[in-house]
């Protein structure tokens, strides 16, 4: 029986099967923005030709699909998503416009306030209120929330956020308006703060309410297509949805909490990379995943990444739990382009997947850096996607000698320049996510992958001084293949603002045990896996604005002398993030969170690719500095233990890695390629 993973990038949709044996297959397809779903099932038809059958053999033979998506990033950050109108205390419409007083260049008067989601007309206020406590100040007035539904109705909102004050303490006053609007506006997708991010503050709650509102009919749309298209062609399993925090939900769910899959496509590399680290037996990961459009950048210690919920999707917050993952504009496709002052630039603008870049002749005429690394023979232009395209050198020639004309250089130069500008970019973003966070990158192995990433991963390990590059076999299709090492993952919080010795061990217990047994009914009766529960807490010394997360792991929540190991546990998680603590203040419990985890089948060992001798390599022309002839190796015919000197390329359908001098690169078991740089 298979699994498969799909994940719908910029320019492709990449598919990885895997059988109960460990044989692992792959695929790519062109993206389809207007209708991603599209693309899944062309990609599905050449997974199914890979596998030597056809579709509706290939989904009679599946029984998972584990999809990560962008349809919820792209309809947020292209203001794409529902005509959504909003809900909220009387007084309280323009928390959402407000923000939080900050913008993101402080000091620029002349920077505009970023545009709501909601424009002010359709925020309508509400009589009700709760107190911080969540007694009733004012009771909910039916008369005012249905004028205000009617007056939503009549503006033609697809989506309605409602918003109360107070309400993650009690949600009474939300459910009864959902009751009001499945009766006035039977067709609107409604999305309560309470169920959507129960705790306190106000803005950030509103906030991941609207975006919530905002994504949830887009997304809902595509599943829709997406489940219409697999059922018409046989596929009769299930489909699960891959969540910004790492874990994975039913398609249900994920329309649901739409928000919570605005990081899907990223979060499966991440999970990858958390595979991949329990098979390399290195916790110490930066995780590199250069695709097609943009570079998604995250950090691994002790084989697990950092979860955060101050995460901002273009202009919006989303406080929702999301793996900290730092993107840059930067992939193959990413546009080089020459300013005013005749400095060189790399992205972010990028040639996506249509036109996508000069050299896939569909139009494009921007230099690229695809481009820039076919024109310096690092990609075999009758090799790309294993042959079924071919790429276009004379476009190619004629947009990089657009950018070479600006700068004053030769064709070669200027290509070359486009290949370093983006790499010292990308080394930039693993600086964000490393040295500014007080982490050396030299202590970590960098994990390489998507498509665009192994003609780069060495000159930027070089640039940060890490000596170790691992790339998988499947490196162009690793978030697909990561999906499918993932569990299936409810995340709740609760907020209880006291000081630590108030709050007591016991209510601290009470809050654990009942988001735990929300955790397993959402799971399900049916659901026969093994159940985790993961803790944490979010603390602050008394006199601090901010809190900071606090992992539980390890605690025994029954131990009579819980509260002091929670605050002793604060005080280290303290001292780690800003080198000092102080044990003489109080300290103040804010939210109380859970994660329950239903364990899905493990992901079986991928099977070793070949142990006879070796393939012969081809070789090439390339440029490193100079023309030089390097050999070329096939990345299904390495042995096991091989040992490959730079300079060398290898390559495979989907993907290309290049070694310089003074590195070498040894094959696994698994056919990876183990790199270090002296």
Wanted: neutral net charge; charged residues 25%; aromatic residues 4%.
């Amino acid at each position: 029986m298979l699994r498969v993973g799909v994940d719908v990038g910029g320019t492709f949709t990449d598919l990885v099967g895997v059988d109960d044996a460990g044989r692992v297959s792959l695929a790519k397809s062109a993206s389809t923005p207007a209708d991603p779903s599209i693309g899944v099932m062309d990609g599905l038809g050449l997974l199914a030709a890979e596998l030597g059958t056809d579709l509706a053999g290939l989904l009679a033979d599946t029984g998972l699909i584990v999809h990560g998506t962008t349809v919820a990033t792209n309809a947020l950050l292209e203001r794409k998503g529902a005509k959504v109108g909003m809900l909220t205390t009387a007084g309280h419409r323009d928390v959402i416009e407000m923000r939080e007083g900050l913008k993101d260049d402080r000091y620029n008067l002349r920077m505009p306030p970023p545009v709501p989601l909601v424009p002010r007309a359709r925020r309508l206020d509400v009589t009700e209120r709760l107190r911080f406590d969540g007694r009733v100040e004012t009771p909910l007035s039916k008369t005012s929330a249905e004028a205000a539904i009617r007056r939503l109705a009549a503006a033609g909102v697809g989506a309605v956020a409602v918003c109360y004050l107070h309400a993650y303490r009690d949600p009474r006053h939300e459910r009864e308006t959902r009751k009001l609007l499945a009766r006035l506006l039977p067709d609107a997708y409604v999305s309560l703060s309470s169920e959507v991010l129960a705790q306190i503050k106000e803005y950030e709650r509103f906030c991941t309410t609207v975006v919530n509102a905002y994504v949830g009919p887009v997304l809902g749309r595509y599943l829709g297509n997406l489940g219409s298209r697999l059922r018409k062609a046989g596929y009769q399993g299930d489909v699960l949805i891959m969540q910004s925090h790492g874990g994975v939900a039913t398609i249900a769910d994920s329309v649901r909490l739409a928000a919570g899959a605005v990081l899907s496509g990223p979060a499966g590399g991440i999970a990858a990379s958390r595979h991949a680290s329990r098979l390399l037996g290195e916790g110490n990961l930066i995780s590199f995943d250069m695709g097609g459009t943009s570079t998604d950048i995250a950090l691994l210690e002790g084989g697990e990444p950092h979860l955060t919920g101050d995460k901002a999707v273009g202009a919006s917050k989303v406080a929702l739990p999301s793996i900290d993952i730092h993107t840059l504009g930067a992939g193959g496709g990413s546009i080089a382009r020459v300013d005013a002052g005749g400095i060189l630039h790399v992205g972010p603008e990028s040639a996506g997947a249509v036109p996508g870049p000069a050299c896939y002749g569909r139009g494009g005429t921007a230099a690229t850096v695809t481009d820039a690394n076919l024109v310096l023979g690092l990609l075999d232009p009758a090799g790309f996607l294993g042959g079924r395209a071919r790429l276009d050198t004379a476009a190619v020639q004629t947009a990089v000698e657009g950018v070479a004309a600006k700068l004053g250089l030769g064709l070669l130069p200027a290509a070359e320049g486009i290949h370093r500008v983006v790499n010292t970019n990308m080394a930039e973003g693993i600086r964000l996510v490393s040295v500014r966070r007080g982490a050396d990158p030299r202590r970590f192995t960098l994990l390489s992958f998507g498509g665009a990433a192994g003609l780069h991963i060495t000159e930027v390990a070089r640039m940060l001084e890490i000596n170790r590059v691992v790339v998988p076999r499947v490196a162009s299709v690793l978030s697909a293949w990561g999906m499918l090492a993932t569990d299936l993952r409810y995340e709740f919080v609760r907020t209880h603002v006291g000081e630590a010795g108030q709050v007591g061990a016991g209510r601290l217990r009470k809050l654990f045990a009942e988001m735990e047994s929300e955790g397993r009914q959402r799971l399900g009766t049916s659901f026969a896996g093994q159940v985790d529960v993961r803790r944490s807490v979010d603390m602050r010394y008394g006199e601090q604005t901010f809190e900071i997360q606090v992992p539980l792991d390890g605690v025994d929540v029954e131990a009579k002398d819980l509260m002091e190991q929670v605050v002793e546990r604060f005080h280290k998680r303290h001292e780690e993030l800003y080198t000092y603590s102080a044990p003489g203040q109080d300290v103040v419990l804010v939210n109380v969170r859970a994660a329950v985890i239903g364990r899905l089948p493990a992901l079986p060992a991928e099977q070793s690719r070949r142990v006879g001798a070796p393939a012969a390599p081809r070789s090439r022309r390339v440029y490193l500095e100079r023309w030089i002839e390097v050999p070329v190796y096939a990345m299904d015919g390495l042995a096991e233990g091989q040992e490959v000197k730079g300079p060398a390329i290898f390559e495979s359908a989907t993907t290309t890695v290049l070694i310089r001098a003074r590195e070498r690169a040894v094959v696994t078991a698994e056919g990876w390629l183990d790199i270090r740089l002296s």
